[in-house]
């Protein structure tokens, strides 16, 4: 804590919320001293050799002197191993029971006492101490886990382990959730907890609100994904490799997870990346499909004080013919922080306004925080105490923290008869109007001056009926506080899809809805680390997620917020917020210049609505997020896998933002093949760098050459925008129809471009054979100059 930290920690226990948070830290300690004990002498274990092994279908288990080894490849090619009798299942991750296993595949004896699982896509070598080596079919390694490492209690209790994991010397290492400082994930410790930062973060703050054990690793001889399946509390310490290091020989890259208890368990998935994240979609479950609405611009604000201001801002967006899909509201519009109120003064009519706001095309999106103020006479808080809601502690107390109402208790989502009650709660923001939640403090956050803001870890958790405490049921609380939610609008409204989106989460979490980058630092580092969240964690499944457009603090100069209004604009999540002692963030109040330039980029967005449809439609199918790093079609080139500043929109579309003060003109790193210049038609190919402008009016936006893009016509119906195909002179390209916001199934057309004699050729491929295309197409690039 440095001196600027605990100043403002001082003057926080000044105030009354500060008092009670002091108290709340201190009894918080008290109750773990009671409910957990010291872990005392501990005694370390390894595998030891191998005893013997049986096989099983799809793999089998391999014994060694003190554990034993489960080991399966399951239909798809995913493989999963388990340590001390660790199955698959239960797992909050898996979006359904755990996949069959391969028949094909079979357990037998390898080299040096080893043993081997052989199957069409991957191989697994377990050595004689335990060693687990995952090679590509034609046997290179892209693994190897050393025999892990255990360190259990004399007395009794939980298990600590280790495993160190070595990579090549080029690997590259994605993922592990929302990082700031990504999307590349360079030499050091990252701890798995998620965590409220406690104010505004930037790139070097670490741990942030979701954090997850999956790694993507990127190296030259292939792509594969990583899960530990366990939400204890842990830390991952990454090494970069070095190639000729030491007498010309390769240093690999290493990867060591160390978690406080909890089962070791692991899943890897080899392939390309867009196998890899298909498999691991279909194992952790599909991304929930946002409505169409929610793909548009949505304006946010911590206190916009009235309905009359919410009306104002509205119409300030009319007035200027900007485009708003939707307006959020914060704490403030609650009566007096209770959750699941309005503050009648200030919101006299709330179905109204939402009525009204509707029939202008504008929804109303609704906070939700897991914390009930504990008060006799709150219904919440009274249902919840018939219900036998709350978390407890050890002797059967609810456990209390401090949040924005005070004095709070909390649900446990982790029992199923809580969520169920939880979801009914949904009724009432339905009811005034709201077409779409967002959760918030789900950490969960207990207001503390000094440690963690979090529950007790001794605090008693139903685990869906395996009983355990808060060490285990930290970080699923957010992704159960999100199943609740999720499952209670689609009761409550099962003909429309739930828009929901959460602060905290876990892996899987995108069957529910999507995420938010919290609290970014406002300044020209929060806009780089809010692109960085985006690509992390697209990679780890959740392909629904954007920043607070302009930094959640302070108050951005023009410059920085058109900048971070442009990267919005190409993100899922197109959201403007800011705190409630920060700048406002409608774009009229940067100057006229800012405004013009706001409009243009809220323009695009909407031509390219039918594109982010597509998208999201293809991510719940495919498990390809809408933003994907530049290496996603070109894993082995190794100049787009150090690319950090900028990305790819589905596969049409690369768009390199401004992420530095000044800057009129950047380099963009190109994949391979033709990239065109979307305002100015001027052609490129890759692979290779090329300077483009980058002028305050527009960020560099390329087409892939051949690429075919829904986009709404001057006329507001869908065309097709094509690319002219480059030297291959051939492309194509998915499209997916809006089908409404409920629940009406979709299309996947398939679409094909030829060149031919200087002139472009688009064919609908169905099952009955090609035709023409059902929607007007328009040609772009035909004799671009280069």
Known sequence: ???????????????????????SAWLRRRTDVRGLPPRGPERARVPGRVTGAEPLPGGGVVRFARSELRICVVTGGAVFWGWDGAGPEPSYALGGPSPEPDPRAGLEPDKDGGWRVVSERVTVEVSRHGAVEVRTPGGVVLRRDLPPRWWEPVRGGTARWAQRTEVA??????????????????DGTYRLWNTDPKGSFRPGDDPLYITMPVQVIVADAGTHLAFHDNSWDGRVTLHEGEEGAGSGHDRPGTSEIRMDGGPLRCWVIVGTPARVLARW????????????????????????????????????????????????????????????????????????LAKGLREDGVRLVSIVDPAVKAERGNPVYDGGVAAGAFVRDGRGRAVRGVVWPGDCVYPDFTDPRVRRWWGGLYEERLAQGFSGVWHDM?????????GEMTLPRSARHALDGRGGDHREAHNVYGLTMARAGYEGLLRLRPEERPFLFSRAGWAGMQRYGGTWSGDVATGWPGLRASLALVLGLGLCGVPYSGPDVGGFD???SPELYLRWFQLGAYLPLFRTHSAIDAGRREPWEFGPAVLEHARAALTERERLRPYFVSLAHLARLTGAPYVRPLWWGSPQ??????????????????????LERGVDRRAVRLPKGRWYDTVTGRAYDGPGQVLVEAPLSRVPVLARGGSVIPVRGADGRTELEVWAPGGSR?????????????WEPVEVERYTTRLVDGRVKVRWVRADGSGSPRWPVRVRGLGAGS
Request: hydrophobic residues 40%.
């Open 169 to 186: 010397a080029d690997a590259r290492f994605f993922g592990l959730g929302g990082r700031a400082s990504g999307p590349r994930l360079r």
């Open 637 to 658: 080139d190794r100049a787009l896998r150090e690319c950090e500043d900028a990305f790819l929109l589905g596969d049409a579309l690369l768009v390199a933002p401004v």
């Open 554 to 556: 302070g108050s951005p």
């Open 281 to 352: 979609s279909r194992l952790t479950g599909g991304a929930a499909v946002p409505p169409s609405w929610a793909l548009g611009a949505q304006h946010a604000r911590w206190g916009f004080g009235s309905q009359e201001a919410v009306r104002r801002v509205v119409a300030g967006y009319r007035e200027r013919d900007l485009p708003l899909s939707a307006v959020h509201l914060d704490i403030d519009h609650y009566d007096g922080h209770r959750i699941f109120t309005v503050d009648r003064e200030r919101f006299p009519d709330l179905p109204g």
């Open 1 to 23: 804590m440095n001196g600027r930290e605990l100043a403002r920690s001082v003057r926080k226990m000044t105030t009354l919320r500060g008092l009670r948070a002091t108290r």
């Open 442 to 450: 789900n950490e969960p956050v207990s207001f503390a001056p000094f």
């Open 730 to 742: 051939r492309g194509g390209g998915l499209v997916v129809a809006d089908a409404g916001d409920g």
